[in-house]
Protein backbone atom coordinates (compact mmCIF):
# COMPACT_ATOMS: atom_id res chain seq x y z
CA UNK A 1 0.00 0.00 0.00
CA UNK A 2 2.95 2.13 1.02
CA UNK A 3 4.57 1.82 -2.41
CA UNK A 4 1.23 2.35 -3.95
CA UNK A 5 0.80 5.85 -2.81
CA UNK A 6 4.57 6.43 -3.68
CA UNK A 7 4.59 5.99 -7.08
CA UNK A 8 1.26 7.57 -7.24
CA UNK A 9 3.05 10.59 -5.71
CA UNK A 10 6.06 10.18 -8.40
CA UNK A 11 3.86 10.00 -11.35
CA UNK A 12 2.18 13.02 -10.10
CA UNK A 13 5.87 15.06 -9.72
CA UNK A 14 6.83 13.79 -13.17
CA UNK A 15 4.03 15.30 -14.95
CA UNK A 16 4.10 18.37 -13.19
CA UNK A 17 7.55 18.46 -13.98
CA UNK A 18 7.08 18.28 -17.49
CA UNK A 19 4.23 20.43 -17.70
CA UNK A 20 6.33 23.72 -15.97
CA UNK A 21 9.35 22.32 -18.94
CA UNK A 22 6.29 23.09 -21.73
CA UNK A 23 5.57 26.45 -20.22
CA UNK A 24 9.34 27.43 -20.14
CA UNK A 25 9.84 26.63 -23.65
CA UNK A 26 6.64 28.76 -24.65
CA UNK A 27 8.63 31.63 -23.06
CA UNK A 28 11.72 31.23 -24.61
CA UNK A 29 12.36 33.91 -27.59
CA UNK A 30 11.42 32.89 -30.84
CA UNK A 31 14.54 33.05 -32.92
CA UNK A 32 15.35 32.06 -36.83
CA UNK A 33 18.30 31.70 -38.50
CA UNK A 34 18.90 31.50 -42.86
CA UNK A 35 19.25 28.05 -43.83
CA UNK A 36 21.12 26.85 -46.78
CA UNK A 37 20.92 22.72 -48.10
CA UNK A 38 19.80 20.06 -49.46
CA UNK A 39 16.97 18.09 -49.50
CA UNK A 40 17.77 14.52 -49.09
CA UNK A 41 14.35 12.87 -48.13
CA UNK A 42 10.57 13.53 -47.42
CA UNK A 43 8.16 12.14 -44.93
CA UNK A 44 4.83 13.88 -46.18
CA UNK A 45 2.63 12.19 -43.22
CA UNK A 46 5.17 13.33 -40.41
CA UNK A 47 5.76 16.71 -42.45
CA UNK A 48 9.64 15.61 -42.10
CA UNK A 49 12.22 16.76 -44.28
CA UNK A 50 16.11 15.56 -44.12
CA UNK A 51 18.66 18.38 -45.27
CA UNK A 52 22.11 18.00 -45.70
CA UNK A 53 22.21 21.88 -44.30
CA UNK A 54 25.53 24.11 -44.40
CA UNK A 55 26.43 25.77 -41.25
CA UNK A 56 23.51 27.84 -39.45
CA UNK A 57 24.67 30.97 -37.69
CA UNK A 58 25.59 30.23 -34.15
CA UNK A 59 23.12 27.57 -33.69
CA UNK A 60 24.40 24.45 -35.65
CA UNK A 61 27.65 23.31 -37.40
CA UNK A 62 26.86 21.55 -41.12
CA UNK A 63 24.97 18.13 -41.00
CA UNK A 64 22.50 16.28 -41.91
CA UNK A 65 19.59 16.07 -39.87
CA UNK A 66 15.70 15.76 -40.06
CA UNK A 67 13.86 19.26 -39.76
CA UNK A 68 9.99 19.26 -39.69
CA UNK A 69 8.25 21.85 -41.50
CA UNK A 70 5.00 23.08 -39.73
CA UNK A 71 3.42 24.67 -42.41
CA UNK A 72 1.65 21.62 -45.78
CA UNK A 73 2.36 24.62 -47.97
CA UNK A 74 5.67 25.07 -47.24
CA UNK A 75 6.33 21.38 -47.22
CA UNK A 76 4.67 21.26 -50.70
CA UNK A 77 7.92 23.26 -52.30
CA UNK A 78 10.21 20.50 -51.24
CA UNK A 79 11.62 18.13 -53.26
CA UNK A 80 14.11 15.58 -52.65
CA UNK A 81 17.45 16.56 -54.55
CA UNK A 82 16.55 20.17 -54.43
CA UNK A 83 18.46 22.99 -53.19
CA UNK A 84 16.92 25.28 -50.58
CA UNK A 85 17.10 28.52 -48.63
CA UNK A 86 14.59 29.06 -46.18
CA UNK A 87 14.46 29.95 -42.17
CA UNK A 88 15.04 27.75 -39.18
CA UNK A 89 12.98 28.84 -36.39
CA UNK A 90 14.22 27.92 -33.16
CA UNK A 91 12.45 28.45 -30.02
CA UNK A 92 13.09 26.62 -26.35
CA UNK A 93 13.96 22.90 -27.75
CA UNK A 94 11.59 23.23 -30.73
CA UNK A 95 12.77 23.74 -33.76
CA UNK A 96 11.24 24.00 -37.27
CA UNK A 97 11.54 25.15 -40.92
CA UNK A 98 9.71 27.76 -42.83
CA UNK A 99 9.78 30.87 -45.41
CA UNK A 100 11.11 28.00 -48.31
CA UNK A 101 12.56 28.94 -51.69
CA UNK A 102 14.24 26.55 -53.99
CA UNK A 103 17.59 27.92 -54.54
CA UNK A 104 18.48 27.91 -58.25
CA UNK A 105 21.56 29.55 -58.69
CA UNK A 106 24.99 27.83 -59.90
CA UNK A 107 26.98 25.95 -57.14
CA UNK A 108 29.81 28.40 -57.13
CA UNK A 109 31.90 25.39 -57.42
CA UNK A 110 31.00 25.74 -61.17
CA UNK A 111 33.22 28.94 -61.79
CU1 LIG B 1 21.90 20.22 -37.94
Known amino acids: MRTCAAI ?4 LLAACRQ ?17 HGEVL ?8 AAIKHEKIGDWM ?13 EFDKLHPGEK ?9 NSYWVGEIQ ?3 APAPASK
Open 41 to 48: RLDAQGKI
Open 19 to 35: ATVKEEAKDEPLRHYPL
Open 61 to 73: EAMTMEFPVKDQS
Open 84 to 92: INATVFVQG
Open 8 to 11: VLFL
Open 102 to 104: EDT
